[in-house]
C-alpha cells in the first residue's frame, strides 16, 4: 500500500514538472508604430546586405577600370526611408526634446553632431564581471556588446542642426511620449566606390571609468533630403523638415 502511494506520488511530481516545462512563455509585445501616411519603413538590414552582396569590394583580381564600371550601374531602389529606434540605442545616439512653455516651442536635440545615425539595434548583450588594475585594485566591470545598423548622412552639415516645433503643451506631452523620427534618405555610391561600410567601436575599462564596449557599426551612405517629426501612435505629422544636398562630398 505504501509502495502504491509513493508511486501516485512519484507519477504526479512527474506529471506536474512536465506540465510546468511545457506551459508556453508569453513573450512581451513589440509595440506597433503607426506610421505616416504615405511614408514606410524600409529593412535597413536587408537594404545593408543587398548593397554589400551586388557590390562587392575590389580585390586583387579586378582591374580599376572594371570595378569602376559595375559600380556605375544604378541600384534598383534610389529613395529609402527608415523610421529611428530611439529607445533602445545607448545614450550619446538618441535624440532629446525639452519644451519651453513661455514660447509653446518643443526643441529636438541629437545628443552628438555626427555623420553617423543608428536606424536599429540587431545584438545586444550586457553583463558585469570583476576587473583588476594593473595596481591590484578590484572593481565591477560593466561590459556592452551589440550590433548596430544606420546611415552615415554624407549632407550632415544640413542635417545636425536643432529643430524647433510649435505645439500646445497638451501634444508636447504626447509627442514626448511617442516621437517618431522618420528618414527619407537618397543613397549615394560614395566617390564611386562604395555604398556601404563597416566600423567597430571598442572601449577598454579604466579604473576611473569600469565601462567596456564592444560594437559592430554596419552604415549606408545617404544623403537625407527630408526628415519627418511625427506620434508614432496616432501617425500624425508635426513636421517635415527638408535639406540641402551637394553633388560632391571631400572624402
Known amino acids: ?15 506536474f514538472v512536465l506540465l510546468t516545462v511545457q506551459q508556453p512563455v508569453a513573450k512581451a509585445s513589440v ?15 536587408v537594404l545593408y546586405n543587398d548593397l554589400k552582396k551586388k557590390y562587392p569590394e575590389k580585390d586583387e583580381f579586378e582591374t580599376k577600370e572594371a570595378y569602376w564600371k559595375r559600380m556605375q550601374v544604378p541600384y534598383s531602389k534610389e529613395i529609402v526611408l527608415f523610421v ?16 519651453d512653455a513661455e514660447n509653446q516651442v518643443l526643441s529636438l536635440k541629437k545628443f552628438l553632431y555626427k555623420s553617423e545615425i543608428k536606424i536599429k539595434r540587431t545584438k545586444f548583450s550586457e553583463n558585469k564581471y570583476k576587473g583588476v588594475s594593473g595596481f591590484g585594485v578590484k572593481t565591477i566591470v560593466s561590459s556592452y556588446r551589440g550590433e548596430d545598423y544606420g546611415i552615415y548622412v554624407m549632407n550632415d552639415k544640413y542635417v545636425n542642426k536643432d529643430i524647433e ?16 523620427i522618420l528618414f527619407v534618405c537618397d543613397l549615394k555610391n560614395h566617390d564611386q566606390k562604395a555604398y556601404v561600410k563597416k566600423e567597430s567601436y571598442y572601449k577598454s575599462p579604466t579604473f576611473t571609468s569600469p565601462t567596456k564596449y564592444d560594437f559592430s557599426e554596419y552604415y549606408v551612405f545617404v544623403d ?28
Open 84 to 99: 529611428k529606434n530611439n529607445d533602445v540605442l545607448i545614450r550619446w545616439d538618441k535624440y532629446y526634446t525639452r519644451y
Open 31 to 45: 509595440p506597433s508604430i503607426v506610421l505616416p501616411e504615405g511614408y514606410n519603413n524600409d529593412n535597413i538590414v
Open 165 to 180: 516645433i510649435q505645439i500646445s503643451p497638451d501634444k508636447a506631452k504626447e509627442l514626448k511620449k511617442n516621437l517618431g
Open 224 to 251: 537625407v533630403i527630408e526628415m519627418v517629426i511625427f506620434n508614432n501612435k496616432t501617425g500624425t505629422v508635426y513636421v517635415k523638415k527638408v535639406f540641402e544636398v551637394e553633388d560632391d562630398y571631400e572624402w
Open 1 to 15: 500500500m505504501r509502495a502504491f502511494s509513493v508511486f501516485k506520488i512519484t507519477v504526479f511530481l512527474y506529471a
